[in-house]
Every structure is written in structure tokens, then in C-alpha cells.
């Protein structure tokens, strides 16, 4: 994406909650079952909480099982960009917002067609623009 959003880690501490904050600038992951969009059925498009870069439809949002929002496409491949992730002993694929470099989550070959990714997203990362109607 070319409009790239950069800040201090002075300016994102005063954006973001604490929460959002651990996580979408220190790589945190909230506990299973207990971010707003978990279960969340509403339509409507998923929003970088840092920049509010659009990330996924709602319409591509399923149930995973796993306690965390999970989508089988983003809106467009430049919205998210992936990375090598070997932080917790095995090697996963980081899911990263394509505009401000916030973590969002991971991506795993176990999701459902027509795609089968499933891009496991913390809730914190996540804001939700409803749709009207």
C-alpha cells in the first residue's frame, strides 16, 4: 500500500488501550474466547484498529472453533502482508496490516473454501464497521 502509516511508539501508547496497544505493536495475542468479535455475527467491514485500514468482510468471517475471530480471505491482498514467525517455538505466518504494520494475527492452511486459510485475528486489532441495513 503506498500510504503508509508510521508513528512514535510515543504517538501509538496514546492512540491505542493498553490491550490493543500489546497487541498490535508487541506481537501480544488476547486469551481464546474473550475478544468483542469472537462471536461477533454482524455484517459489515473489519478495520486495522491502529489505522483503520480495511481488512476483511464480514461476509468471509466463519467459525473456527479456536476462540478468535477467523476469516477465510482478507478484502485484497495489499490490505495485509505476512511474515515468518518462529516466536513461540514453531514456525507460523504473521499476519500484519498492509498500511501501518500493526500485528493482526496468523494465518493457517486449515480454513474452509474456497481459499482454505484461516486468518486466526486478535479482536483487539479489530474494529468493526457495521453495515447498514
Partial sequence: MSDKVEKSD??????????????????????????????CKEGGTYRCACC????????????????????????????????????LGAVRTEVLCGRCDAHLGHVFPDGPAPTGDRYCMNSASLDLEKREG
Fill in 52 to 87: 483503520g485500514n480495511e481488512l476483511f468482510d464480514a461476509s468471509t468471517k466463519f467459525d473456527s472453533g479456536t476462540g478468535w475471530p477467523s476469516f477465510w480471505q482478507p478484502l485484497s491482498p495489499d490490505r495485509v502482508r505476512t511474515e515468518s514467525d518462529a516466536s
Fill in 10 to 39: 510515543a504517538e501509538w501508547r496514546e492512540q491505542l488501550t493498553p490491550e490493543q496497544y500489546h497487541v498490535c505493536r508487541e506481537q501480544g495475542t488476547e486469551r481464546a474466547f474473550t475478544g468483542k468479535y469472537w462471536d
